[in-house]
């Protein structure tokens, strides 16, 4: 008999999967989100997120199929109403569900984890005011009312590393912070996580960059445990681009970048895991770090999406590289009278383009607004270094004096990190 039944049950699952593949290109998640998302289904988007888009979206594109629209504007166009209303929160799905039939499960009541919109923490308003919360001295700067400069670096592929120490030698002092990159298209190297603790060894200050489409949810929290450890206080959740080009390598995803936030706020204000209910003693208290798009239209869906993202808890954004000025002000007049500019202390994302083989790829990088005179500018340039550091330099000016820009971002499009203190030189403060 139970042989019969669950031959029956998984019947029901195929042809489920069946009809509403048909109809909704649904993936056999086993909990539905149809009936929240507009009748689009939110796991036809590749990389599976229950919250986006991601910021690979520019225009109505797919980061990864850009000849197919993105799934999540699709939602946003039939959900949003145009407005910039804050969207729930998603949970992610629960994996033992998948390739079970959904409305099963929904009569047997197992998929509310899945579907249930998550509470948003209770968070006072005006937060970038409130007082300093974390050991970060970044938070303690920006709350200070410094205009803070933060720049990246690569993690190292081997155990030597002189290259780093070379790299952060000539940006300390000039830089309040630095990020510590991995995994660039789905490369090996050390965890960005081992290369803080580096960073931390070198007397400078790290932000350790963690992406969703590399870790589980466990590995994420582990990681954030890991980084209290070592005396990394400063983390940016990430989606991550896709892995373009290397379709061996199986994107993760098992949260989206949102649900990061909440993951690691959670566990700096409550001391417990929320996906485990776990306590934790002496808990990471993260200064808690996301991107953002400034270019995606309609301008509602980057607003909807930062504001999930500041009300899933995250302290600071740092955004997508500004070549387009004119779109970066219309975001942040956006921004500040949306009121965000009191809750989250925003870094522009400058461009330092100083490398021909780098520039070509500027093009390709997902999500980037690329517009047609600043491309002639770099790449007319004799002497495209001093032409770089000078759209660096301007563009840097320029963000300085728009409203509600606390900062800035550096991102070297080269390998020679000396000319970031040139460029930022007199501009701190
Ligand atoms: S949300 Fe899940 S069950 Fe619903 S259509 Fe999408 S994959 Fe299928």
Redesign the pocket.
Known sequence: MGKVLSFLARLGARG??FM??TA???????????SQ?GLI????CPKGLRNGPCGGTLGDSCEVYPDRECVWMRINRRRSGGLTTLPVLNPS?DAALYFTS?YANWAKGIDIAGTRALPYHEIPSGRIALPVTTQSRLEALLKAGRFVLTCEVRSPRSADFSHLYRELDVVRGSFDAVNATAYLNGKPSLPASRTSAEIVRAGVEPICQITCRDQTKTTFVSELINNHVNGVVNVLCLTGDSYAGNPRIKQVFDMDSSLMVYEAHHLRETGTIHFTGQAVADPPRAFIGVAINPFTRPINVPIRRLKQKAAAGADFVQTQLIFNLPGFRQFMESFCDEGLDRELFLLAGIPVVISRPAMQMIPHVPGVDYPTDIRQRLESATDLRAEGCRLARETLEAVREIPGVRGAHLMLFGSDHSVLSEIVDGIGA
């Not at 909704?24 to 539905?32: K, L, N, S, T, V």
């Not at 289904?41 to 036809?44: H, L, N, T, V």
């Open positions: 489920e999967a509403k593949g909704f290109d649904c993936r056999a998640c086993g909990q539905c989100m149809l998302t289904c939110p796991m036809s799905p959904s």
